[in-house]
């Protein structure tokens, strides 16, 4: 099996599922398109990071996937620097906002995709607990600027729907997929 992906959470979390994985990034522009929703910007991307790798892996199963978080219809992706991350968790702090999850599993012409939508509610949060959360540098590189892996799970106070789908990808829809794929060997 092939991860289309960098993130190092996604090959943690299909490799902890007991998957033998090979890890090749897809090179895809990451840009949210003014007229496109949430849910198919991260459809789209999961399809054409699997696109991009299957070539490559033509009798392999791909896996692709792209995570956003959703504020008030406003897509934070990951943030460009600390302070667009203070920012993030800014708006974020005291609110329920949506993470959705595109997922694309592939091998030839066969694919199954779906998107993830888990509900996260942030604790209050101060600028200073902001700070010195950004100051870890664990809002690097995560959708929304936060890991519900982390330190940043003390940020949280609840989440509504698939843990796996906040940390990057929602296992039981992955497993779905790819259980179609066993059942056709």
């Not at 996260?120 to 200073?128: D, I």
């Amino acid at each position: 099996m092939v991860l289309a992906s960098r993130s190092p959470r996604r090959s943690v979390l299909l490799r902890d599922a007991g998957y033998d994985i090979e890890v090749s990034p897809a090179d895809v522009e990451e840009h949210h398109r003014s007229d496109e929703s949430p849910r198919a910007y991260v459809s789209r991307l999961a399809v054409d990071k699997v696109v991009a790798v299957a070539q490559r892996y033509p009798e392999q199963i791909v896996i692709g996937a792209d995570t956003v978080v959703v504020l008030d219809d406003v897509v934070f992706g990951k943030p460009l620097d600390r302070a667009e991350a203070v920012g993030m968790l800014t708006k974020l702090a005291g609110r329920t906002h949506t993470v959705l999850t595109g997922v694309v599993v592939m091998r030839a012409s066969t694919v199954f995709k779906g998107v993830e939508s888990t509900e996260v509610t942030f604790v209050e949060l101060t600028s200073a607990r902001i700070d010195w959360y950004v100051s870890r540098g664990e809002s690097d590189d995560k959708a929304g600027a936060y890991a519900a892996q982390g330190v940043g799970s003390r940020l949280i106070e609840r989440i509504n729907g698939s843990y796996t789908n906040v940390v990057g990808l929602p296992m039981a829809m992955v497993d779905r997929f790819v259980q179609k794929f066993e059942r056709n060997l």
